[in-house]
């Protein structure tokens, strides 16, 4: 399966993921504005928040490889901060948070290393064995790319289930797994499993 990296990766993205036995990541794509490569979206207190790395790069002409972070602000301390404020009160948030948190402490220079080390947490927290192999010379089309502007798009090849979130009455869609992981916790994986199952 070849994918592009996603930061905190969305719902579906990790449905996929469950497909293959090994995940290729594509690092040689072209970067993309306003796509999971560099967002993510939690659901805070009052609304779905989108929480994005700063980096450097121009759309259409930066390849994923060579895209570097911005880091003269403190975006990983902020970001770290709404994670907390939204799930340090969610069911399972203190059996997992230790994975993450430690990629919001280090600095990196390339989004690729930040976004690898986030999905290796993210597979560890779903109790997912697979092999991640970046690749830069890849003949293969990309598997699944999924646009951040279509996060809440109906996808007719899954079907999505509800599961418990932390705040509100309306169930959001396809948000980043650390939804599911903290909210759920290991049931994350069987609900996926379901989900990819229809």
């Known amino acids: 399966m070849i994918l592009t990296p996603h930061f905190l990766p969305c719902v579906r993205y990790c449905i996929e993921i469950l497909k293959f036995e090994n995940v290729e990541l594509d690092v040689n794509q072209t970067y993309t504005k306003q796509s999971y490569r560099n ?74 290393d930040f976004l690898v080390d986030n999905l290796t947490s993210c597979l560890t927290a779903l109790n997912v064995n697979k092999t991640l192999c970046l690749v830069e010379n890849s003949q293969k089309e990309l598997n699944f790319d999924l646009n951040a502007k279509e ?39 069987s609900h996926l499993e379901k989900s990819l199952l229809g």
């Open 39 to 112: 967002r993510a979206y939690i659901l805070g207190a009052n609304k779905v928040e989108a929480l994005i790395i700063p980096v450097h790069a121009s759309s259409g002409k930066t390849l994923m490889k060579d895209v570097r972070v911005d880091n003269h602000s403190l975006w990983q301390k902020n970001q770290w901060k709404t994670i907390e404020a939204a799930y340090r009160k969610a069911p399972f948030y203190e059996h997992y948070d230790y994975l993450f948190q430690p990629s919001f402490e280090k600095k990196y220079n390339f989004l690729n």
């Open 151 to 189: 996060r809440v798009k109906r996808d007719p090849d899954y079907q999505l289930y509800e599961y418990y979130q932390n705040f509100g009455n309306v169930f959001e869609p396809n948000l980043s797994i650390l939804d599911m992981i903290f909210c759920i916790g290991p049931e994350s994986r």
